[in-house]
């Protein structure tokens, strides 16, 4: 099967300033690269430009992709936040869609963590296309020790 990842020819294909190809791969998310990250003191923002595979029928972003790069920027965040030495699972996440975007505009999940704790770590982005937000998102994540390898 092929995927169509093409976008529209005098769209700008640049990767904004900042941006790395994302530093961890998901099963989830192989379809949709390439995907770029950012560390920043507040959190881990995921990016990437728009294309065929990330819409709806209608041609506009879907709110899944939404939804699954927020809860992955979110627990990035989360774990930069406690120096990587920690794992997380999400407890909830909740979107709010205040607008929409098409393909060829660059997509920015910005994470922020609120706070962190021993058990628990909340967490909140904006999620903004070409730099106007689009949604909002926050969540809950259980601290989970990482488990130590095999012998």
Request: proline letters at 6%; hydrophobic letters at 40%.
């Amino acid at each position: 099967m092929t995927i169509d990842t093409s976008i529209a020819a005098d769209v700008p294909q640049a990767v904004p300033q900042g941006f790395e190809p994302h530093f961890r791969k998901s099963p989830l998310t192989d379809p949709w690269e390439p995907l770029y990250s950012k560390k920043t003191d507040r959190g881990v923002s995921i990016g990437l430009r728009l294309a065929k595979p990330h819409t709806n029928s209608r041609g506009l972003i879907h709110g899944g992709l939404i939804a699954a790069l927020a809860d992955g920027a979110l627990g990035y965040s989360c774990a930069q936040a406690t120096g990587w030495t920690t794992s997380f699972v999400t407890i909830s996440l909740a979107v709010d869609f205040v607008g929409s975007a098409k393909i060829g505009q660059w997509l920015a999940v910005e994470g922020d963590v609120i706070k962190t704790g021993s058990t628990i770590c909340f967490a909140q982005c904006l999620i903004k296309a070409d730099d106007v937000t689009i949604a909002r998102a926050s969540g809950t994540f259980r601290v989970v020790p990482k488990k130590e390898p095999v012998s």
